[in-house]
T-cell receptor, first 115, second 108 residues
Framework: DGGITQSPKYLFRKEGQNVTLSCEQN?????MYWYRQDPGQGLRLIYY???????QKGDIAEGYSVSREKKESFPLTVTSAQKNPTAFYLC??????????????FGPGTRLTVT | GQSLEQPSEVTAVEGAIVQINCTYQ??????LSWYQQHDGGAPTFLSY????GLEETGRFSSFLSRSDSYGYLLLQELQMKDSASYFC?????????FGTGTRLTVIP
């Protein structure tokens, strides 16, 4: 079955530590996205990538970093510079063809708690 | 900048029809998407409108009026499993900008 996997489902870290969230897709999609969701809120875009070795900042990129070395993988690092890292993180992908971002496929998410 | 407005909560009776409205302000607009998210789960794509008018997909329909910067999601024959959060999202060509969501509660 094709889909997006994120691991782990729950992650706990101490303040001041960097942490990397995994996102892998086997849908053969070109575009991938990272969102942050806080309780009762919508999804806010952190970073997105439309092609391997290229990515752009979203609305709330400060304190985060990404890489896109392979088409299938788009890991997100939450750095110690992110002031409020505790949140639900969602990874998504879309076909990447022109005007295809409207339909995104989401992974199950990683719930990060930093204390 | 971009902004979307949706009601924060809606309650409806099983078997009824409910409409969730979305108004938007954006500098770049290609269309309006709708997503459903159950508690603790991943959002799933429901519908997309690039042009004015109504799009129907089974029990769900979505409407767009570009001149009014307005859209809505219509859910018919409500079922208990439809209890979830519903998000409208503006398609800005390369990415989506999401609203804060409407929590729908379906009651017996």
């Amino acid at each position: 079955d094709g889909g997006i996997t994120q691991s782990p489902k729950y992650l706990f870290r101490k303040e001041g530590q960097n942490v990397t969230l995994s996102c892998e897709q086997n849908l053969n999609h070109d575009a991938m996205y990272w969102y942050r969701q806080d309780p009762g809120q919508g999804l806010r875009l952190i970073y997105y990538s439309q092609i391997v070795n290229d990515f752009q900042k979203g609305d709330i990129a400060e304190g985060y970093s990404v890489s896109r070395e392979k088409k299938e993988s788009f890991p997100l690092t939450v750095t110690s510079a992110q002031k409020n890292p505790t949140a639900f993180y969602l990874c998504a992908s879309s076909k990447g063809t022109a005007r295809s971002s409207y339909e995104q496929y989401f992974g199950p998410g990683t719930r990060l708690t930093v204390t | 900048g971009q902004s979307l407005e949706q009601p924060s909560e809606v309650t409806a009776v099983e078997g009824a029809i409910v409409q969730i409205n979305c108004t938007y302000q954006t500098s770049g607009f290609y269309g309006l998407s709708w997503y459903q998210q159950h508690d603790g789960g991943a959002p799933t794509f429901l519908s997309y409108n690039a042009l004015d008018g109504l799009e129907e997909t089974g029990r769900f329909s979505s409407f767009l009026s570009r001149s009014d910067s307005y859209g809505y999601l219509l859910l018919q024959e409500l079922q208990m499993k439809d209890s979830a959060s519903y998000f409208c999202a503006v398609d800005g060509a390369n990415n989506l900008f999401f609203g804060t969501g409407t929590r729908l509660t379906v009651i017996p």
